[in-house]
């Protein structure tokens, strides 16, 4: 074992972190096992072995970020994600018989988690803190600027991709008087959204976008293209032009990786997000070309460190009433999640960004909105 813990420390080298160290970023190895396993699955290892207690950091999202940064991580090369990248070649991973799986295993797994780790719209994706103090109010920043971006006026038809538990359509509607049809995959989603948005003109339907038919005035779609997959990025832009109306505009908010990717982080893929990939620049441009104009790009990446760490406490502050339900590997699981995902928006290795589109370009262009 000892050579794998010098392999392991070599990975470290520049990033400032000490195994068994002093700083709350250093790791504390509990079991020398993790030395390998961080070796040969890399960030699978790294993952699975916090979940199994073989080590501990005061402040994992310190301890990743500064590993980010220096692009530790990269010197590792999981055969877990060789192996996913040659099988999305082969298989595509979101096909409409999948699409239900991530509804399943992530959105599903209990409403009582979310009402408690979200604000009180539920709305489980990047807030916008330019002008806010607390979660509620930068999610509600977030929801208003989609709705002016989009120059929502009353009697619209709005259409909600990935509309989760309803708390954008119930704000459109309520604030922007709009008509507003979301679908989802999720079964816990489409019930709760329907029961919140019982006394608006909001419907809510249990269905695969490349199902829906229709006619919009406007469409978003909030934190739901990471669930897409790369052989679908044209066929979803083709599906959202002819649901679209030819004077109508479209807006996608997303969270986007720095390169070019075919296969999802392996941890990710296994325990959070199924069947899940982060879009790049070229890969949303490519799919975009002949269908849409840009009209704005709009990345705040940052503020996505600050909604998750708002998460996590959240999630901390509550967990004495989830514990008997979920359990402890399921707590070091979702703190690991959303701790090294506030690491990879803090160093900047991931990006959020909400695009704006139109079918054909607005003539005179639109007035930049934030």
């Known amino acids: 074992m000892a050579g794998a813990r010098e392999a392991f420390e070599s990975l470290l080298a520049g990033t400032g972190i000490t195994v068994n160290g002093s700083n709350p970023w250093d790791i504390r190895v509990h079991d020398p096992a993790f030395y390998r396993r961080v070796l040969w699955k890399g960030s699978l290892g790294v993952g699975e072995s916090y979940m199994d207690g073989l080590w501990d950091c005061d402040q994992i999202d310190e301890m990743l970020f500064r590993a980010f940064r220096a692009a530790a991580e990269r010197k590792v090369r999981s055969i877990h994600k060789v192996l996913m990248a040659a099988q999305s070649s082969i298989v595509n991973p979101q096909s409409p018989r999948r699409a239900f799986k991530v509804g399943e295993q992530h959105y599903d797994i209990g409403d009582d988690l979310y009402e408690r780790m979200l604000d009180s719209r539920m709305i489980y994706s990047c807030a916008y803190w330019k002008n806010a103090d607390d979660l509620a109010s930068a999610q509600e920043a977030k929801l208003d600027l989609v709705c002016r971006k989009l120059d929502l006026k009353p ?26 049809t979301g679908i989802t995959i999720s079964k816990n989603q489409a019930a709760s959204a329907t029961e919140r948005c019982r006394n608006l003109p909001v ?17 978003y779609s909030i934190g739901m293209f990471e669930h897409v997959g790369l052989r679908n990025y044209r066929t979803y832009f083709e599906h ?21 990717e075919r296969a999802n982080d392996p941890w990710i893929e296994r325990y959070i997000f199924p069947n899940s990939l982060l879009p ?13 104009v840009v009209e704005d790009w709009h990345a705040f990446g940052p503020y996505y460190d600050r909604t998750l760490m708002s998460w996590y406490e959240r999630f901390r502050a509550s967990w004495p009433e989830l514990a008997s339900k979920y359990g402890e590997r399921f707590r070091r699981m979702w703190e690991f999640w959303l701790l090294s995902s506030a690491a990879a928006f803090r ?3 991931t990006q959020l960004w909400q695009i704006l589109l139109s079918p054909r370009g607005v003539v005179g262009g639109l007035e930049e909105v934030r």
Not at 163 to 171: H, I, K, N, P, Y
Not at 241 to 248: N, T
Not at 249 to 257: E, K, N, P, Q, V
Not at 280 to 292: G, L, M, N, P, R
Request: charge should be positive.
């Open 155 to 180: 009697g619209m038809h709005v259409l909600d991709i990935g509309c989760g538990w309803g708390g954008a359509a119930q704000f459109a509607a309520e604030r922007y008087g709009v008509q507003v």
């Open 203 to 219: 419907k809510i339907l249990l269905q695969d976008y490349r199902s829906l038919e229709g006619k919009f005035d406007r469409i």
């Open 240 to 260: 959202a032009r002819r649901l679209l109306a030819d004077d109508g505009l479209f807006l996608l908010h997303t969270i986007g990786s720095n390169t070019s």
């Open 280 to 292: 790049s620049i070229k890969q949303i441009a490519e799919a975009v070309e002949q269908h849409f």
């Open 347 to 349: 160093s900047r290795r």
